[in-house]
C-alpha cells in the first residue's frame, strides 16, 4: 500500500498554480556584528590592561603556555585571548608564537611616540559606563559620566586616576591626528600658532616638528597647561612651544596669526562656538587664519559612523556639545568675518578634516 506521503496520494498540482513568493531578507549579520561589538572592544582594553602589546614589544613573542606563566592565568583563558587578539589584527602567529603586528607594536605599546593606550584606558574606564547609560542621556538630554547638578565642569571632583586616564586619552588621540592635520594643511607661511584648548599641547608638539619655522602657544586653563608644559619639556620642545593659563571665554592672547581649534567646539553649542569664533576674528591680525579640526559630520548628517558616534559621546559627556557639519562651521566663521572658507579632508583618529578661515 503506498505511503500516505506518496506521489499517488498527493492532491494534484494545477498548472497554472505558482509557488508563492517571498521577499528576500538582507543578511542579519551586520546586527550581529552591530550587538557584539563591545566584545571586540573588551578583548582590546584586557589586553592593553594586562600589559599584553609592551610585553610582546620588539617581536619577541610569546606562546600560550609562556603567557599563562608570565601573566599567571590558566592556559584556557591565555589561549582565548592570543586567539581573540590575532583575530582582530592585534597579532600575529608565526611557529606557534605570537607577536605584535605593526598596528599594534606602533600604537599599543608603552613608551612609543604615538602611544595610543591612553585612549583605550579612558575608553574603558570611563566612557563604557557612560554608554551603559545612552537610553538615559537620550531621554534626559544630559550627560553620563557627570552629574552637572553637583559639579561645575566635567573635571570637578574627578578622581586623579581618572583624570590621568582621560589626559592620556586626549594626547594619545592627538598625537597621530594633528601629524595628518599638519599634512593637510599648509602651516609654512605662518610663525605662531595659538592652540586654544591646547590640552596636552600634542598638537603643538607635532606641528612644531614638522614646521621648523614655527612657535606655538597652549592656552587652556591653569592646571591643564601645566600638563601641558610637561608634555612639552618631555618632548624637547620648550624653545619652541609655550603654555598660558586662562578661559578662552574672557579673551585670547595676541601676537598669532593662527589660531587653532582641535576638538574644542564640539563641546559646545552653537552659540558658545559662534561667540568664540568671533573672539577669535577680533584677535588674529589681517591675513591670519583660524583652523577647526574635528571629525566632521557631512552636511547631509547621515554620517560617517566616526562623527556621528564622537557626537553621541558628546551627548554621554557635555551639557551643549555635539559633532558638527562643515556647512555649519562655514556658516558661523562667514558671519565672524573670515572669508575664503574652505574644507580639507584627511584621515585621523580625532579628525576627518578641517575647516578653515582667513580674516582680510
Keep these: ?21 517571498t521577499p528576500e531578507l538582507p543578511s542579519a549579520v551586520p546586527l550581529m556584528a552591530l550587538s557584539t561589538g563591545f566584545w571586540a572592544f573588551k578583548t582590546l582594553a ?16 610569546t606562546t600560550v603556555a609562556g603567557l599563562a606563566e608570565e601573566l599567571g592565568l590558566k592556559p584556557r583563558p591565555a589561549e582565548m585571548l592570543l586567539t581573540g587578539c590575532a583575530a582582530l589584527g592585534l597579532l600575529e602567529k608565526t611557529d606557534g608564537r605570537y607577536r605584535n603586528t ?16 591612553g585612549f583605550v584606558q579612558m575608553a574603558d574606564k570611563r566612557l563604557y559606563a557612560g554608554w551603559g547609560k545612552l537610553t538615559e542621556a537620550l531621554r534626559t538630554n544630559r550627560p553620563t559620566t557627570w552629574d552637572p547638578e553637583v559639579q561645575s565642569s566635567l573635571f570637578d571632583g574627578e578622581d586623579a586616576t581618572m583624570l590621568a586616564y582621560f589626559w592620556e586619552a586626549m594626547h594619545s588621540m592627538s598625537a597621530m591626528s594633528a601629524r595628518k592635520l599638519g599634512e593637510a594643511v599648509d602651516f609654512s607661511r605662518f610663525r605662531r600658532l595659538l592652540d586654544i584648548g591646547g590640552g596636552s599641547g600634542a598638537y603643538d608638539i607635532e606641528l612644531c616638528k614638522q614646521y621648523d619655522e614655527l612657535g606655538a602657544t597652549v592656552f587652556d586653563l591653569p592646571h591643564v597647561a601645566g600638563i601641558a608644559a ?23 592672547p595676541e601676537g598669532h596669526d593662527v589660531h587653532l581649534l582641535s576638538m574644542i567646539l564640539h563641546d559646545w553649542d552653537e552659540a558658545t562656538n559662534r561667540a568664540l569664533l568671533r573672539r577669535s576674528f577680533e584677535a588674529l591680525p589681517s591675513g591670519g587664519a583660524v583652523v577647526i579640526s574635528e571629525l566632521l559630520v557631512d552636511d547631509e548628517k547621515t554620517g560617517p ?13 557635555t551639557e551643549g556639545g555635539r559633532n558638527y557639519t562643515p556647512a555649519e562651521y562655514s556658516a558661523w566663521l562667514e558671519e565672524a568675518g573670515f572669508r575664503h572658507v574652505e574644507t580639507v579632508w584627511f584621515d585621523a583618529p580625532a579628525a576627518s578634516g578641517g575647516v578653515i578661515g582667513r580674516k582680510p
Design 1 to 21: 500500500m503506498a505511503s500516505q506521503f506518496s506521489q499517488a496520494t498527493r492532491p494534484a498540482k494545477h498548472a497554472n498554480v505558482q509557488p508563492i513568493a
Design 46 to 61: 584586557a589586553a592593553h590592561e594586562l600589559d599584553l602589546f609592551s610585553r610582546l614589544a620588539g617581536g619577541v613573542g
Design 102 to 117: 605593526p598596528l599594534s607594536e606602533a600604537y599599543l605599546v608603552r613608551g612609543t611616540p604615538y602611544y595610543f593606550g
Design 230 to 252: 610637561g608634555k612639552i619639556a618631555e618632548a624637547g620642545m620648550a624653545d619652541r612651544v609655550d603654555t598660558v593659563g586662562g578661559s578662552f571665554f574672557d579673551g585670547l
Design 305 to 317: 559612523v566616526s562623527a556621528a558616534l564622537m557626537s553621541l559621546n558628546m551627548l554621554i559627556e
